[in-house]
């Protein structure tokens, strides 16, 4: 069974702070994602990673890092957090090889920022 | 660019009555198409997948080439299937683009 983990399910932060947003996947997959996730616009892809210290802009990047020092962990970063970042955050993992695969997701983190 | 739509944010029935959930797609290329589902308080997970010509929990999708479309229907609704369900299209592994999603609500 597939396992994708993130840090915390809830989070508060002030404008300004760093925030560091973590997850881990327990199954050797290649593909890592993070996602912002509002009512009306769906999921967004903010930065992939299709490997080790390798990244991607997604649709939706500014204001946001990322890190992935190891294969299993991918970390975003909010530099400096601002109100409109405020938003459920999603994590996936997906293989790749034959075919296509299913994204898996974590249980997300809600973040506010105040 | 590559679009996903689905044109009903919201969409209720009640128990027993069909339901398909749209979904079209601008996509160059020929995409695998998935649909997800989200229920209440759980993590987004996948329903179906085109490929498999499957039918999961009752429900089936059927991609048309000719209208770009991957509408999803199940013929008799239950409560339980009360969820967030979001299409999205795959190209290759290249692109990573959700629809909007659709609230359905099945009502009792």
């Known amino acids: 069974d597939v396992k994708v983990t993130q840090s915390s399910r809830y989070l508060v932060k002030r404008t300004g702070e760093k925030v560091f947003l973590e997850c881990v996947q327990d199954?050797?997959?290649?593909?890592m994602f993070w996602y912002r996730q509002d009512p009306g616009l769906g999921l967004r892809l903010i930065y992939f990673?299709?490997?080790?210290?390798?990244?991607e802009k997604g649709d939706i990047p500014e204001g946001y890092s990322v890190s992935r020092e190891k294969k299993e962990r991918f970390s975003l970063i909010l530099e400096s957090a601002s109100t409109n970042q405020t938003s459920m955050y999603l994590c996936?993992?997906?293989?790749?090889?034959?075919?296509?695969?299913?994204?898996?997701f974590g249980p997300g983190t809600r973040l506010t920022v105040t | 660019a590559q679009r996903v739509t689905q044109p009903e944010k919201l969409l209720s029935v009640f128990k027993g009555a069909p339901v398909e959930l749209k979904c079209n797609y601008s996509?160059?290329?020929?995409?695998?198409l998935f649909w997800y589902v989200q229920y209440s308080r759980q993590r987004l997970q996948l329903l179906l997948r085109?490929?498999s010509r499957e039918s999961i929990k009752g429900f089936t999708a059927d991609l048309n080439k000719g209208e770009t479309s991957f509408h999803l229907k199940k013929p008799f609704a239950q409560e339980e299937d009360s969820a967030m369900y979001y299409c999205?299209?795959?190209?290759?592994?290249?692109?990573?683009?959700f629809g909007p999603g659709t609230r359905l609500s099945v009502l009792p």
């Open positions: 999205a299209p795959d190209n290759y592994g290249q692109n990573f683009v």
């Open positions: 996936a993992s997906q293989p790749v090889g034959d075919g296509k695969h299913e994204q898996y």
């Open positions: 199954m050797d997959h290649e593909n």
């Open positions: 085109h490929i």
């Open positions: 990673s299709y490997d080790v210290k390798m990244k």
């Open positions: 996509y160059s290329g020929s995409p695998e």
